[in-house]
């Protein structure tokens, strides 16, 4: 009867690194033989790899669980999927299916959330670049648009004038919430009187009915008070408007902006500590509703959450295709996926799960992509025991941005595959070939090669 | 006997106030043995054996919950564990967030909640200063170069730039603060505090808040000799009643629970809040020998023990550090690689 | 052979201290097994051998981590030259 084998490892002890268990502790390397009971060789089998997988039912679970906190606290809740974080049609549909309507940031997105079926009443349209022209649809299609300029509102009265309608609009505002850097460059300045200017420049134009306010504060907020300020100044502008304006205020959308359990680069401690609960997220902004609204006055509060409703439902299986020894010792093991297709990686330091058990010590090591450029690192230092060619690594959450930030550059764009309640797995976006990318080129007769 | 697992016994040059709590446990009533915690097979107080009988090397707070929950379980089960008293910030949170937990398997902590935690930052002493009736020193917040040149010409020179949490500057013209600022921004990241100076004694207070508003006791120290990284290294005990008693308001207002420092600057009558530690100072055992053993009387009451609450202690009493060192067998060393424990 | 790794200290545990240089290096088992079999002098082809003959291992796999186990060694001076 032969020993089990592991790899051969030596480590250098060094002072500051003379920790047993590094940030990744043996002990608790984590083994992922499948996502929501299918296992995931089967998957790499049938659809690749690199590949994109998302549970429907984690899914539905965080949004639920997010939809649960806010609308157990306020009485008047509506839900925007915010289409910049996942834009499948896929994924959205499932939220829409759950109650949420579509916040959409560009024409395309307006174009992509309509096409899937979305009612037009049923887009929020947001962003500080509009053109004229998707102006006039969403108008006429009567969708929810907030005002990021003064342009803006030039254009919306040209299209009020064009169309014979008083559209009814909202407000972009930024604001001084305690949150560093302040995301001063959309929408309109509360402090500095600007977001009075432009009210009193739309009354002035008598041709948009002003029905809200939006606001969004920044990005992975780790602070619920940011929230509770947030809040608190948008009723009470919204109060100063009604009372010196006579616009009554039916919305407040104010954005998202909540973290995911995702590992900010930067932040010390662990997702589990560093980052609230939805619930702690909840209660500040509806306590912070319910004692500055005055009494019997229940606008709508919007909520644009993204990230933290798909960001943990989505995972991407990838493959070792090669180990190497760098001269400095550290190891490195080539993956068959880098920043092309997982653009957080340049923020976000993924949970790494292996997807069998691999006996030996932890070593230091760097993971990198597929791609023939130096920037391309997964991980620029984790600990892992030593991985056979063809292990597949589980990397996540990637459920945010990913899917609609990766480049097509030198590769193909993998497959990304839905796993339903039910354990059905939908193909919902087919790997890309040579036809997707040279679809829309032309040669001139003149260049045709004859080889 | 009672076996407390301590940490941040890293006795360097910038010292952990592991082993000054160590020291103050082994003078305790109760018949305490104290464990190391440590980050790394080369803290020194992994070796010293003579206060820690045992140490364990622990998983970093970052690398999650869970696996630093186990691995105090681990010794817990193995060697036997009542209460542990983390003493680095960043540990904290996760001590706090797992108390309870840590509770119902039978290690016990006394630790501030994770609002008082947050005051901590420096963002917030302005908070803090209005509800204790103190001053702080002129603050802005600043995330940028021209907030930062704003900042400067508000306040004027010198101006003290700090990080939220870590590293304090004082700049006597644009070019030092610009400099002070990305060195900051480099490290710690975003906002940098840009502050005025203020004169006067620098004074600190170490405190065990009792969670509903009193006290196990204050001790007033002023530093007479610190080292190029700020550290104490000589000291002596005030009792400097507006201290005192601002300190006093600060833990009732706050209903403080746990181990804190309290760093002012004194000028006469006027006390400038500079920072609050929520957890002890590496100088703690200054407390213990003048009589107020703090790190003793924060054991029982997390071990639900009535603790003292006299703090009669004198002024005048003299700190003094020293350096020492002592030879051991590198079999020590090599234990705490390969078991993770010795 | 490299005298170097004649003169290192090897213990049950998998620690090593080069006492020419000061530096301490730990290894798992398998790099233990390795390190003993270098120390007395057998062959790259030997070492494959026994690692097969112990372990639940092919040739190839064994090979292919030999030599990225010795190329390890002679990063840290561990090694001279080509000793195997």
Known sequence: MKEAYEKPVILKLKTGMMNKFGSSPAYIRKVRKEIDGIPVEKLVEKFGSPLFVFSEKKLRQKFREVKNAFTLRYPNVEFSWSYKTNYLDAICAVLHQEGETAEVVSEFEYEKARRLGVPGNQIIYNGPYKPYDSLVTAVKEGARINIDHFEEIADLEKVADELGVKPRVGIRLNMDTGIHPQWSRFGFNLESGQALDAVKRIASGGKLELVGLHCHIGTFILDPHAYEVEVKKMVDFAYTVEDQFGFKIEYLDIGGGFPSKNRLKGIYLPPEVAVPSVDEFAERVCSALLSSLRPGDY?????????????????????????????????????DAGVNILFTAFWYKFNI??????????????????????????????????????TRLILSPVGAYNVTQWMQFIRYRPAV??????????????????????????????LKLEW | MYKVAVSGINAVDNPGPGVGIAKGLKESSLNVSVYGLAYDAMEPGIYMKWLFEKSFVMPYPSAGEEPFIDR?????????????????????????????????????????????FKLRGKDHLPEIAERIEVKVPETRIVTSYEELSKAVEELGFPVMIKGIFYKAYKAFN??????????????????????????????????????????FGLV?????????????????TVRNEELLSATERFVSEFKWRGAFEFECIVNNKDIYLIEVNPRFPAWVYFATGVGVNLPDRLLKAALGLEPERDWDYPAGRLYVRFTDDFVTDMSEFQRVVTRGEN | MGNKLSRIALNDEGFIFDPETGNSYTVNRTGLFILRLLKEGKSEKEIVKSLTETFNVDEREAERDLIDFVEQLRLYGLLEGKNV
Not at chain 1, 372 to 387: A, E, G, K, R
Not at chain 2, 190 to 215: L, S
Not at chain 2, 220 to 236: C, E
């Open chain 1, 417 to 446: 595959v839905l796993i339903g309640e039910n354990g059905e797995v939908d193909l919902i976006r087919e790997a890309e070939d040579l036809t997707d990318i040279v679809r829309r080129e032309k040669l001139p007769e003149r």
């Open chain 2, 72 to 116: 105090l379980l681990y010794i817990k089960s193995n060697y036997g564990l009542d209460a542990v008293i983390p003493a680095l910030d960043a540990e904290l949170p996760l001590f706090i967030k797992s108390s309870s937990l840590l509770e119902s398997y039978g290690v016990k902590t006394f630790l501030p909640t994770e609002e008082q």
């Open chain 2, 220 to 236: 007033g120290i002023k530093k007479l000799w610190i080292t190029s990284l700020g550290k104490i290294w000589t000291g002596v």
């Open chain 1, 299 to 335: 606008p709508k509060l919007i909520l644009e959450s993204g990230r933290a409703i798909v960001d943990e439902a989505g995972y991407l299986i990838t493959t070792v295709h090669a180990a190497k020894r760098l001269p400095s010792g550290l190891k490195a093991y080539v993956l």
């Open chain 2, 174 to 215: 644009i070019s030092q603060a610009t400099s002070y600022f990305n060195s900051i921004v480099a490290e710690w990241g975003y906002p940098v505090i840009v502050q005025q100076v203020v004169t006067g004694e620098e004074m600190n207070v170490v405190g065990v808040g009792d969670g509903e508003g009193g006290h």
């Open chain 1, 353 to 390: 799960e292996i997807d069998r058990e691999v006996y030996g010590t932890s070593e230091p090591c760097v993971l990198y992509g597929p791609l023939c450029m130096n920037i391309d690192v997964v991980d620029d230092l984790t600990y892992l025991p030593p991985l056979p060619r063809g």
